[in-house]
């Protein structure tokens, strides 16, 4: 029998939860061991992060963060990273890329909020990029769910990468929605202009990368 001192477990499918029952240490500790998201309020499951998928996402994080770089712009690339979009929208996003003037964003926001701005934690501005790798039965996860998080929360933009498929879609932050800049799928070059002009991905390296200790 549950009482007022007992700790809330995190069930997926139960729905209530927010951005701040992460400051709970026992809720946050039941967070960090398992594979979350909250959606509208609904605490949901994460599919398993497998190599595959998380190694197309690593070179595509190397490949746009030393374009960036060779062009003047500071950033620094990270996987799994917590996003926090809303009281009620906490998201896992594969692959994150954030400027210099994103993480000085985030630590302003941090001392605003009375926390230690000596490391970034989980992310509550909207970075410059944002990589999702599709999961075998999540692709609506990833191709409406988060696209419509993502572009109300302003990330200019947001690639899809689906191994499966062996596709590639770039898409870039108009009015209030995302518009395709560049896709591409097997051997084919894309090419996502904007702030990435220049950057010249050959699909074959993402493939290739991930079948390289993979299958």
């Given amino acids: 029998m549950t009482t007022s001192a007992d700790p809330r477990l995190l069930e997926p499918g139960t729905s209530g939860w927010t ?6 240490p026992e809720i946050a500790r039941q967070w960090d061991a398992g594979r979350f998201e909250i959606i509208n309020g ?13 190694a197309v996402t690593f070179e595509l994080l190397q490949m746009s963060r030393d374009h960036l770089r060779s062009g003047g712009i500071d950033c620094g690339a990270s996987v799994e990273v917590d996003l926090i979009i809303g009281e009620d929208d906490v998201v896992r996003v594969d692959g994150m890329l954030m400027s210099r ?3 000085d964003q985030q630590r302003a926001v941090l001392v605003l909020l009375g926390r230690d701005p000596g490391q970034i934690g989980r992310v509550r501005v909207a970075p410059i990029l944002v990589i999702e790798s599709v999961s075998p039965g999540h692709e609506r996860h990833d191709r409406v769910t988060k696209r419509r998080l993502y572009a109300g929360f302003r990330i200019p933009n947001y690639w899809i990468v689906d191994r ?4 590639l879609e770039c898409l870039v932050l108009e009015g209030d929605g995302y518009v395709p800049a ?3 799928s097997e ?3 894309v090419s996502p202009g904007g702030l990435f002009a220049g950057l010249n991905i ?3 390296r993402l493939w290739q990368n991930s079948l390289e200790f993979g299958g």
Wanted: proline fraction near 9%; avoid cysteine; charged fraction near 25%.
């Fill in 42 to 54: 609904v605490l949901k499951t994460m599919p398993p992060a497998f190599y595959d998928h998380g």
């Fill in 101 to 103: 003037a994103d993480a």
């Fill in 202 to 204: 050959e699909l074959p």
């Fill in 187 to 189: 051997q084919q070059t």
């Fill in 164 to 167: 499966m498929r062996r596709s």
């Fill in 19 to 24: 951005a701040s029952d992460l400051d709970d």
């Fill in 182 to 184: 560049a896709q591409g």
